[in-house]
């Protein structure tokens, strides 16, 4: 198995985080969802996990990250929506300002999920494929 040793133990902890655009609109262009995927990158690393996927439609985004048993998901997640949404809307600026009359970009909420005993290529192959241009 895919077993990774740390600490005091060994895991195999995938994760499929989902972030909507505030109101679902049809906010990120192929540009932004370039940007997005290198700020997650960074912030993977910067977590020390690994991001295995990452795509998206005009409306959302898909991550598929491999993380370890002492890592808070939810800190996690807030912190790649506002580092995230913030360096946006300051590099896309003209573009967000058009769609939001706020200072937002995801929404509230997000769906996590674990992926256990899915097998992760097909999960890799379904975030690949998302597209909706």
């Known amino acids: 198995m895919d077993y990774k040793p740390r600490s005091r133990g060994v895991s195999r902890l995938y994760a ?36 295995l996927e990452c795509n998206g439609e005009p409306n959302h985004l898909h991550i598929v990250f491999r993380y370890f048993p002492q890592m808070q ?3 996690f997640v807030n912190n790649l929506k506002s580092v995230s949404s913030r360096r946006i809307r300051q590099e896309f600026e003209a573009q967000v300002d058009a769609v939001y ?19 992760l290529e097909i999960l890799r192959k379904y975030v690949q494929n998302q597209s909706g241009r």
Request: charged fraction near 25%.
């Open 16 to 51: 499929h985080l989902i972030l909507s655009t505030k109101y679902r609109y049809k906010v990120i262009t192929p540009t932004m969802l370039e940007r997005l995927k290198e700020i997650v990158a960074d912030l993977c690393q910067k977590w020390q996990c690994e991001l």
């Open 73 to 75: 998901l939810s800190k």
């Open 101 to 119: 009359w706020k200072d937002v970009f995801w929404s509230e909420s997000y769906s996590i999920d674990s992926c256990g005993n899915t097998p």
